[in-house]
């Protein structure tokens, strides 16, 4: 698990242009991809292969919404795509809820 969040915040700050010299910079959405990530995996009981951040809504003034796709392949071996919605409070940084909608497609 812990293998898996390095990994995932290597590949967010590699795709983001930064080095590991200015590692400190951390995109926003980086906490919200780790618990997509973490819920995923434990809703599913599956390995994630990809991750993709879609973007930020804002839904109320005290409400934004992270969301993100995660390609995952389940121990049976089927592979399909998990769009994930990760809402929280932007003020305070609580989170909200949770939600997943699988699709085939990728």
Known sequence: MKRLIITLMTVVLTLTGLTTASATAVPDYAKWGIIAVKETQTKYNADI????HIGRTSLTADQSREQ???????????????????DFNPSTQQLKKVEFTESDRR
């Open 68 to 86: 993100f796709k995660l390609w995952v392949r389940n121990k049976e071996g089927r592979q399909f795509a998990v769009y994930v919605n990760v």
């Open 49 to 52: 292969l990809d991750y993709k």
